[in-house]
Structure formats: C-alpha cells, structure tokens
C-alpha cells in the first residue's frame, strides 16, 4: 500500500485499487490479513527469493524465515516476476533441488 500511495481510508472507500506494479490492493483481503496473521507455520517450507525483489523487503523474508524455520535462498540477481533465462534456470533448479 505504501509503494502506491494508498492508505487504509482510500482503500476500504474504493474497496479495490489496481497499482502501477500490476497488483490489485483488495480492502477485504487488507481486512482478512489484518484479522488472520500468521502465528503458526506446520509443514516444511523453501522460499525462493530474488535480490532485486522490488514488492517485498528482504528484512520481511528473513523473519519469516528464521521464524518459522524455512530454508531460504536468496538469488541476489533475481527479481520479484522470475522472467530472464538467467532467472528461469536458476528457479527450475531451486525447484529440482526443493520439491
């Protein structure tokens, strides 16, 4: 909501709100978030994240990660949307080695 500007007033008035990133903000989905937050973490997890991640900070990842003790790797050259052959091959041989 931060990186389009919007604030919890916009978006309950507007309900929902498409960004300039390509994601829709969703007041009910803001509201469930809010109201469900993550306190317990069952099963096994492997998170891919990219460096260049430019929707969710790496400090976000990192403490989900260490909190509910998932692997993570980083590709550092990697961006949100994984799109170049480069990042494509990395993401096919993280999912070899992680499914």
Request: glycine share 6%; with cysteine.
């Amino acid at each position: 909501m931060k990186w389009a500007g919007v604030n919890e007033e916009d978006l309950e008035r507007e309900q929902e709100i498409a960004t300039d990133f390509g994601e829709t903000l969703s007041w009910s989905y803001y509201c469930y978030a809010r109201t469900h937050p993550v306190e317990k973490w069952k099963c096994s997890t492997s998170i891919l994240y990219a460096g260049k991640d430019n929707l969710t900070e790496r400090e976000v990842v990192d403490d989900f990660a260490e909190k509910f003790h998932c692997r993570l790797t980083v590709m550092e050259e990697g961006e949100h949307w994984f799109h170049t052959k480069e990042q494509l091959e990395f993401l096919r041989g993280w999912i070899r080695e992680n499914v």
